[in-house]
């Protein structure tokens, strides 16, 4: 009993690692642009697309194995890097003036075309790569085999990446611009912060990000038409009951999740499914405005 | 009702019998456009608080299923129909006591949560649901009469035109009364409506229980349309879908919802016919460039070349 | 403006009033050979079902182009609209009647998913459209009903499931545990409903310590596949398919699962070249029916060597069972038609000439003959083995072949699947025809 439970934990932590990588991103961007952006959800498949076509061009060289987990990072660079200012610039930045549900109306359209796009860049047989798994080999815990990658590596970036964001927000000038704007955007802007350079700045490390989800992930699943829709849904609980734009929240939402979940593999199967939700709602009746979120001011 | 509205609503009506009477297909296609209407209604009520929600598709689930499941016992449409909007009304009602406490990003995403675990609910409860499979609904009588096929669609389309006229003008009255006057406020300044002592929170309840009721008749009708319900009705895509549909058709006017549903089920049935790998992506273009460049959707192109036109001649 | 739009929205009604009359009747009798015969394909060309949905679809354009070089069917070149049933049943009801009253689709082949096949089937009586279900598995479409004008060119959820349990309790008479993981929607919960209804009848007394139904489109399975090394079960089934199927073989095989237990999974000859030899040995594996490229009695044949090297060609991978799924419907489809033709003088059949001589009708196809039953569901035998790595292939083959015939697993007509599986006894094991060995 007391075995089964540290292996739930041990699970837990690994998924609360990826759905940490998946929401970050998002929270990040809602936190600065207020846009809930449904096409996360695609950036992570794409990101994952990505990984796995490098990784298999990265396996045909030389430098094979010391070149698999690189590339992952390359391609969440790279997708990030290319479409979150190109959709930022070209489209995003047109709306901000406009209601909200425009704005996420916009991105619900962005993620209808990306979803199209992958299924005819990569087309529909499940794809993988897994070489970042092969190269960090097996870790036996008990006499059960978990592997390197799930076990160390993914929780270790997640957390890296906590660290890095917290240190950053806090600690950097653009950091605290960021977090300014989070704060108080009307406040920022009137004390001089350009505000459509913090917005290209997040948007683009937000896409980094959810990108940088889907290439960690590429390793240990198959890429299939509609991965990224999965992905939305859930990320989507983690930002709610975080609360906006809350980092910290959103580790600590996730982690509830992924424990919450392999509690319920273990001991009560059926309720896998709705565990996200019954944590959001549940959060929700208690603090209205999140884990981490405080009540916005009362304006007449 | 305004003549402004009445004389497209009417034209529109006209034309869409007409449209049905030359190719018969398009009953079909145009009664489940009408009774997506009816929920995309509800979410302009919604949409004039500025919410939105993602997850009104659970209330059309709530309908269809109420309909799949009460069907073997009662066989009349005109029985099915009420009931399917009554049961939208309750679930309505009891999400709504504790949504309607949330605002913008929460409430959206309370909708999402609950329209998922209804959802994950109709794929669980196996035994009673089919799960994926669905279950099939007889095809009920309409007043006492049991109608062959084709009768039975034109007196679905026909009525579907009818309860969209109906309650189209319910609506817009309900928009100009003392409580629909109020949403526009808890949109802007919702405080201000607090200190004119009415409750923000009654308001936004109430238009969300009308909306939870449109979306369960729209429900229902689907049921009685495709004559076959899958869990499939309440997945949160669908949900997207209602939004897009009111944000296409435009929100300036109760006709919007329904002009939206058409050209959005048109459109989607031409760009699949055209291509079979790619539909999904005009969807979005279209949708991506209405909001760009005429974001008071389909009826604010419609004022900006009839309207004024008309009024400068 | 709103005057002109009026009076031609009323000119149209008026015009097509008076034009509706003689678009209706479309009787049966005196069919003329038409210029061309006209099927619509629903099948999933998006999300995640569109890795069996687009293989369909291209075993479809690569036949029908096959046949018209040969004159098409009885002289009369076919054309395929392909429409996506991803959306939903709202939609693809709206699509079937689309094809059949504005294109005039002669037939429709419709549906990978078993939803959409229960709600296309009632729609397609009402339409008088001869529909052949071409891939979806539910059993229930003619044990709840019966249809004039639907059949099944291929076998149904229940012997895709005895099948394998029969091989594995012939295979692996003592295993004494069991855990089942499938995925969360209707197929992986009546697969599952069949299997241990069947398994209690056949082998009494087996355990099963976990029952695991992760959500549809699940992405990880680490959390299983730990309740699994930890339970240690005999036997793992699994009824998976697509990307989900794909990634649990491989979590599994990176965490050694395999080691530990005996894999029985009917889908997996889909994935074989997919997942390689990441996929060990000894793991039990079938294909929805006798389907596979190296089919045992018919890899030799030339009909099925040509389609197996042009479909290669053409769209650079094997041949997987939805392409032999979709080869059936349209071998079926054509033995119909000639046949039907055959007995009508060599004049076109009526649409009922055709549904009545699809039943009972035995047709060819890739890797045999099958028969249609008299209620329209299809006999074929099932091909079960397991997995063997070899030089040739660099995924794994299929050794230890057994091919059940439609008497051992299927249940006869005017029963229920569910109810038939209950009566099998121990004793059905041995009624199993004698191992095939893979050669190369």
């Known amino acids: 009993m007391t075995l089964l439970l540290f292996l739930a934990i041990l699970d837990g932590l690994a998924y609360a690692a990826q759905v940490f990588m ?103 047989q499940p794809i993988f790569q897994d070489a970042p798994v092969r190269v960090l080999g097996q870790v036996e815990v008990g006499d059960i085999i978990y592997t390197a990658y799930q076990l160390y590596l993914l929780p ?41 350079r913090v917005y290209l700045l997040t948007f683009t490390f937000g896409t980094v990000l959810a990108a940088l989800g889907g290439a960690l992930a590429s390793p240990t699943t198959s890429l299939v038409p509609g991965v990224g829709v999965n992905m939305i849904v859930l990320s989507f609980a983690v930002v709610a009951t975080a609360g906006l734009g809350q980092i910290e929240g959103a580790m600590l939402t996730a982690l509830l999740i992924g424990l919450g979940r392999s509690v319920a593999v273990y001991f009560a199967p059926e309720f896998e499914v709705v ?25 007449v | 009702m305004d003549r402004r509205l009445a004389l497209p609503a009417f034209a529109g009506a006209a034309l869409v019998i007409a449209l049905a009477a030359s190719a018969p297909w398009l009953k079909f296609v145009f ?105 099939r609904v007889a095809r009920p009588t309409i007043a006492g009469m049991a109608l062959e096929r084709v009768d039975y669609e034109w007196t679905m389309l026909i009525g579907g035109i009818a309860l969209a006229l109906a309650l189209g003008w319910l609506a817009s009255r309900f928009l100009a009364s003392p409580l629909g006057q109020a949403l526009p406020a808890i949109k802007t300044r919702e405080t201000r409506l607090e200190f004119a002592g009415i409750s923000a929170k009654r308001v936004l309840l109430v238009a969300y229980v009308i909306s939870a009721a449109l979306a369960g008749l729209g429900g229902g009708i689907i049921a009685c349309t495709t004559l076959h319900v899958t869990p499939l009705l309440s997945y949160w895509t669908h949900s997207g879908e209602l939004v897009f549909i009111a944000i296409l058709g435009g929100g300036g006017s109760v006709l919007g919802p329904y002009l939206g549903a058409i050209v959005y089920e048109l459109v989607r049935v031409y760009a699949a016919a055209a291509f079979p790998d790619g539909w999904q992506m005009i969807l979005g273009a279209v949708l991506l460039l209405i909001i760009l460049f005429a974001a008071r959707g389909l009826w604010g192109i419609y004022e900006d070349l009839v309207l004024r036109k008309g009024r400068r001649a | 403006m709103p005057k002109l739009t009026r009076r031609a929205a009323l000119q149209t009604a008026v015009a097509s009033t008076v034009a509706l009359p003689t678009l209706l009747p479309r009787e049966a009798i005196g069919q003329q050979r038409p210029s061309e015969l006209k099927i619509g394909i629903s099948t999933f060309l998006s999300g995640p079902a569109s890795v ?46 689309r094809l059949v009253q504005n294109e005039g689709v002669d037939v429709m082949l419709a549906s990978i998913s078993s939803g959409s096949c229960l709600a296309v089937a009632p729609l397609a009586e009402q339409l008088r459209m001869p529909t052949i279900l071409w891939d979806c598995g539910t059993q229930r479409i003619f044990e709840e009903a019966s249809y004039r004008y639907c059949v099944r060119t291929q076998a149904n959820a229940v012997p895709e499931i005895v099948a394998p349990l029969l091989y594995v309790a012939k295979v692996k008479p003592d295993f004494r545990t069991l855990a089942v993981l499938n995925q969360d929607y209707a197929w992986g919960r009546d697969s599952w409903a069949i299997w241990k209804a069947a398994m209690d009848a056949v ?118 069972y939805p392409t032999f799924h979709m080869a059936q419907a349209l071998y079926g489809l054509k033995a119909g038609y000639e046949k039907a033709m055959a007995a009508n003088g060599g004049a076109w059949p009526s649409r009922e000439q055709l549904m009545d001589t699809m039943r009972g009708l ?67 094991v041995q009624r199993a025809p004698a191992e095939i060995p893979y050669r190369a």
Not at chain 2, 33 to 48: C, E, F
Not at chain 3, 59 to 66: E, K, S, W, Y
């Open chain 1, 22 to 124: 998946v929401a970050v991103g998002l929270t990040l961007i809602f936190g600065v642009l207020r846009i809930l952006n449904v096409a996360h959800g695609s950036f992570f498949a794409i990101g994952g697309y990505v990984a796995a076509t490098l990784g298999t061009w990265a396996a045909t060289t030389a430098l094979a194995p010391a070149l698999a987990l690189p590339a992952l990072l390359l391609a969440a660079v790279l997708v990030g890097g290319v479409l979150g200012p190109v959709i930022e610039r070209l489209i995003l930045s047109r709306i901000y003036v406009k209601e909200h549900v425009l704005q996420l109306l916009v991105t619900f359209a962005l993620f209808m075309i990306l979803e199209d796009i992958q299924k005819l860049t990569w087309g529909v």
């Open chain 1, 156 to 196: 270790g970036v997640a957390l890296a990446t906590l660290l890095g964001l917290m240190w950053f927000l806090r600690r950097t000038l653009t950091g605290r611009v960021i977090v300014a704007v989070t704060e108080d955007r009307e406040a920022a802007t009137a004390m001089g912060i350009d505000a459509n």
């Open chain 1, 275 to 299: 565990i996200p939700y019954l944590i959001m709602v549940a959060v929700l009746l208690v603090r209205p405005h999140g884990l981490f979120g405080r009540p916005e001011l009362r304006r």
């Open chain 2, 31 to 135: 009664t489940i456009a009408l009774a997506k209407g009816l929920a995309v209604t509800g979410i302009l009520l919604l949409l004039r608080a500025g919410q939105v929600s993602f997850g009104h598709a659970l209330y059309i689930a709530v309908g269809a299923y109420t309909v799949a499941f009460t069907r073997p016992h009662v066989g009349e449409m005109l029985l099915l129909l009420p009931l399917a909007a009554a049961a939208g009304t309750i679930v309505g009602l009891a999400v709504g006591l504790f949504v309607a406490r949330y605002r913008d990003i929460f409430f959206g995403m309370l909708n999402l949560a609950f329209s998922m675990v209804f959802y994950s609910l109709l794929e669980k409860l196996y035994e009673y649901t089919k799960g994926t499979d669905g279950i």
């Open chain 3, 52 to 97: 069996f949905g687009v293989p369909g679809r291209n075993a479809a354009d690569l036949l029908i182009d096959q046949f018209n070089r040969a004159g098409g069917i009885g002289g009369v070149p076919i054309r395929s609209i392909v429409i996506d049933e991803a959306p939903g049943v709202d939609f693809l009801l709206g699509e079937c009647r």
């Open chain 3, 203 to 320: 082998k009494p007394g087996v355990r099963v310590v976990a029952e695991l139904f992760p959500r549809f489109g699940a992405t990880d399975f680490s959390t299983e596949i730990t309740r699994l090394l930890a339970l240690r079960p005999d036997v793992i089934f699994s009824t998976s398919w697509g990307g989900e199927l794909d990634t649990f073989i491989r979590q599994a095989a990176e965490r050694r699962l395999f080691e530990r237990s005996t894999f029985v999974l009917p889908l997996a000859e889909s994935s074989l070249e997919r997942v390689g030899k990441t996929l060990p040995e000894g793991v039990i594996v079938g294909g929805r029916g006798d389907h596979w490229f190296l089919h045992p009695t018919a890899k030799d044949t030339q009909i099925l060597k040509d389609f197996t090297a042009a479909y290669r060609q053409r769209f650079n991978l094997y041949p997987i």
């Open chain 3, 362 to 428: 035995q047709f060819a196809h890739l890797t045999g003959t099958m028969t249609i039953r008299e209620d329209g569901q299809g006999l074929e035998p099932m091909l079960i083995g397991m997995t063997k790595h070899v030089n040739e292939y660099p995924f794994p083959v299929i050794d230890r072949m057994v091919m059940f015939p439609p008497e051992l697993t299927m249940n006869p007509v005017g029963t229920k699947g569910l109810d038939w599986v209950r009566l099998l006894t121990p004793a059905s």
